[in-house]
């Protein structure tokens, strides 16, 4: 089973600045990897998929980058609707289909 | 626009069943693997259940198998979880969602907006 890890656990950042949030995987997933969006009594919005496409309808300050191992999602200027958690998730190699435990971006 | 409605959650206790549906609207659920995923409060997303379009092929998480049966009602448009000999760590949300362009190897595109099912005495 893949182990995803997201790094931090929570981040604090000042709305209009820049937010980069990590995910590493215990294997290489190649470029087989989502970003979700998810806020409070909300399911999940899928944000990032193939590691760097954005998604229908996902706004163009998000981004995402990585191969293999190490991914990063970056927010380039942050939005009052932007603060939430985000997970990463692998379909690489499945099943189980396994996410990160997920990154809290809070307001600072 | 797609729609995906779960229904079926609710309180249940240890050792008990339930059964979750998941009506899907908007698309060609025919053409489409389906996936549960859950969600225990205050934690993160944890897959639990995926099954392909036909039917044929299911697959289950660890923490699940033997346990829960995944199914599907192409001429019902609908998405099944039977849980049984449900435990207290089974508590959670549960979603549906669809595989992105309807592959078992892709990633989940369109979720619901989750049921929730309590196991407690």
């Known amino acids: 089973e893949i182990v995803m890890t997201q790094s931090p656990a929570t981040l604090s950042v000042s709305p209009g600045e820049r937010a980069t949030l990590s995910c590493r995987a215990s294997q290489s997933v190649s470029s087989n990897l989502v970003w979700y969006q998810q806020k409070p009594g909300q399911a999940p919005r899928l944000l990032i998929y193939g590691a760097s496409t954005r998604a229908t309808g996902i706004p163009a300050r998000f981004s995402g980058s990585g191969s293999g191992t190490e991914f990063t999602l970056t927010i380039s200027s942050l939005q009052s609707e932007d603060f939430a958690v985000y997970y990463c998730q692998q379909y690489n190699n499945w099943p189980p289909y396994t996410f990160g435990q997920g990154t809290k971006l809070e307001i600072k | 626009e797609v729609q995906l409605l779960e229904s079926g959650g609710g309180l249940v206790q240890p050792g008990g069943s339930l059964r979750l549906s998941c009506a899907a609207s908007g698309f060609t659920f025919t053409s489409y693997a389906m996936s549960w995923v859950r969600q225990a409060p205050g934690k993160g997303l944890e897959w639990v259940s995926a099954?392909?379009?036909?039917?044929?092929?299911?697959y289950y998480a660890d923490s699940v198998k033997g346990r829960f049966t995944i199914s599907r009602d192409n001429s019902k448009n609908t998405l099944y979880l039977l849980m049984i000999s449900l435990r207290a760590e089974d508590t959670a949300v549960y979603y549906c969602?669809?595989?992105?362009?309807?592959?078992?190897?892709?990633?989940?595109?369109?979720w619901g907006q989750g049921t929730l099912v309590t196991v407690s005495s």
């Open positions: 099954i392909s379009y036909s039917g044929d092929s299911t």
């Open positions: 969602a669809n595989f992105w362009s309807g592959y078992l190897d892709t990633y989940f595109d369109s």
